[in-house]
């Protein structure tokens, strides 16, 4: 390092490629502290990140200073919307749009694959697949649920909450079968679907769902794995068959992991059970939750619109009441990750893919499959 | 840190291709400018998920094109890849067991040249090993129901089940192999079984891996002795019939199933796609690794066909998505979305874009080969002259000139194909370090490989 600025000095100071692109000029002008040096600085510190800066000291102070720049600036933008809204309101006109902030999901890449609603050959191609049965309700579902080889601790109290949440499912001690004799098992008893839940380390921490007699197989990352009893206020649920939600699955394959999913649970609702069994995907990860709701009616306070007060303030007569639903969560919560669709049953040797996770699809964190 | 800048697809030069899926849907796709990407331009079919389409077969002819479709319900149809239009129906109910599918369909290209009145023959095989020959005479009055003037059924084998059938260049020969059945070749004069492969010997661990043949190939059109065949279990083998009834050579590809495979003009090197979505090509005369075909194919691949002039490989499979690759620089030309679960894919290479006045093909052609070759030079030229004998009205006077510098022994094809060759060569050389490093690494594959091949 030192030998590098010696070199320098030595060889030329009229070098202005070289200065403009090494950090170090700052230190060598802290130390000679010369007038001209310190003007250089100014006029450069603008260009300068503070991340080239190598000195600690004035590379935290820095930035601090351009932090601090960047608050007041939020801050003042703020009180201008504030204030343009206020002005617009006192005027009588429409106040001005609400900017939509941007997030990952709605500057999502552009992907051919999300279906569209008009779609008739998606139609066609889901009449025919192998859920269309069971989602047409002339099959009603018969689970079974196994786990791996070695399943203590969380693991069957994680199977014993899937039950409670899915209708019509069996447990099966897996004992040292191979996973593809189980699958004979269960089609042999006709049984239209298989989940296995995999533990390591006595955590689960994946998810088998296998359609039979020939439908696919999807693997699943399971994470963030809160059972019943941890979860603060619980509920628990009644034996009537959930309702079901499935939210934000958009593109082909996701339309066909969630009818995967669908084809879990019987399609006729009761409603006198108010039980909602909801799988929101978002950014490609399915989160898994379970609900009771409540309709309850509710006076509404008066204080909490304070701005229409003064304009509205006489005409408020009307019975203030309102239908707002209630949740209770109950059963457990979990997070899933799509690794692969296979086509056919559990094959891991011979087994064909119908999509695969692979490194080189990770282009871009824009970028969803689901 | 994920790779965050978009690779944009070239394009790919003036083809027209078909797709055939599940829901028995036929799907033309149409590339028609320069360096356009294809577009779905005509769909044949309703979709149907029992008449999903097994096998597929064409002939490949300027005057009367064939196409011939078995179903998944067993029935067979003819139809022209032109216009969509159906000319026969073969119900096999009668005939062939209902149980298994047609794995295997070839429509014969030689009696249909004889004769005027085109009596189409066909070879089909279930996957319970029911083969047959047949001839059907295509009368456009009776759509229905055509008459079988004659027919030739023999089973290929007692057990297992047959999964992959091909026949020669020559068409004098079928190959087949599948579950539990050994490849073997039939002689189609006589129906008679000339060859029967013999299963590699057990490993070092004395394992002993089932037989399970998922696809085959002939290495060359005019040879019917050398042939590759790829496995369940990740194995593509070489197999000289003339040499002996065990592989010449046999390497890995990965660790899923092999699905596809499909060999080259110039019979030297293969394309081989697999379970998990990977396709590669393979010198098959060593067994190495030319290099991947690397494009966020996420899907089984189904099918492979190489463009029998263009250099231009299709692949299709279970993501829904038809890809076109440069054979050369293995890049990604384009990809086209197509909704359903694809499983074949054919070229039809009779097709010339002829709306567009002025050799609208021409150019493009030439475009895509300079992308390819660094040394257009040498390499236009020849291509050039190939096209002129073929449409003489498009070409433009500048490239007349050129033409008349550069051709001086007139049309001579071998002399061309010399020439092209020469391009080959030193087109290599200056991409040579770019390949030096894969050539490592295929080395790195081959030694891991080499305690499995023989």
Redo the contacts between chains.
Sequence with gaps: MGAKRKKRSKGSDSDEDDERDSPPPKKQGASASSDSNSIKQKSKKKEILPSMIKNKEKRSEIHAKLKRQKKLEKRNKLKERQAAEKRALELGEEPPEKKVPRTIENTREFD??VCMPD?E??F??N???EFSKILSQQQTPKILITTCRFNSSRGPAFISELLSVIPNAHYFKRGTYDLKKIVEYAKKKDFTSMVVVHTNRREPDALLIIGLPDGPTAHFKLSKLVLRKDIKNHGNPTSHKPELVFNNFTT?LGHRVARLIQSLFPQEPEFKGRRVVTFHNQRDFIFFRHHRYIFETKEIKKTDTKGKKDEKGTNEKVPDHKTIARLQECGPRFTLKLISLQ?GTFDS?????????????????RRFFL | M?????VDCIGCPPLRALTFD??G?IKVLEARDKQGAPRVVERWGE???SKGIMAVSMIQCHSNPLLAVARKNGQIEILSPVSGDLQATISSSSDLDLQSDVVGLHLFAKANLELSTRPCTLLTCTSKGNASVRSIDITDSSIESSCLDSSKAWNVCASGSIECCKVDGSEKFALFGGKGVEVNLWDLDNYSKIWNAKSPPKDSLGIFTPT?FTSAAFLRKDDHRKFVAGT??HQIRLYDISAQRRPVLSFDFRE??I?ALAEDIDGNSIYVGN???DMASFDIRTGKLLGCF?G?C???IRSIVRHPELPVVASCG???YLRLWDTKTRQLLSSV?L???LLHVVFDSGFTVEEIPQGADLPCKEQSVNEIGVMQGIEAPSLKRKKSSKNKGNVTDSERKKRSKNSKEGKKSKEMMKVRRLCQRVNRNPRKKARARNVKLMKKGCDSYGSNSM
């Design positions: 051919e694959t779609d050959e998606l066609a191609g009449d025919a697949d082909r086509h040797k011979g087994g064909e893919y119908e999509w695969v996770h692979k490194p080189e699809m990770d282009t871009s964190r | 994920p790779r965050t800048t978009t599940t829901l849907l979709p149907d998920s399970w369940n279990s899923t199933p699905k379970g998990s979505g690397t966020k996420s899907g089984s279970l993501d829904s979305f909704k359903q679960h």
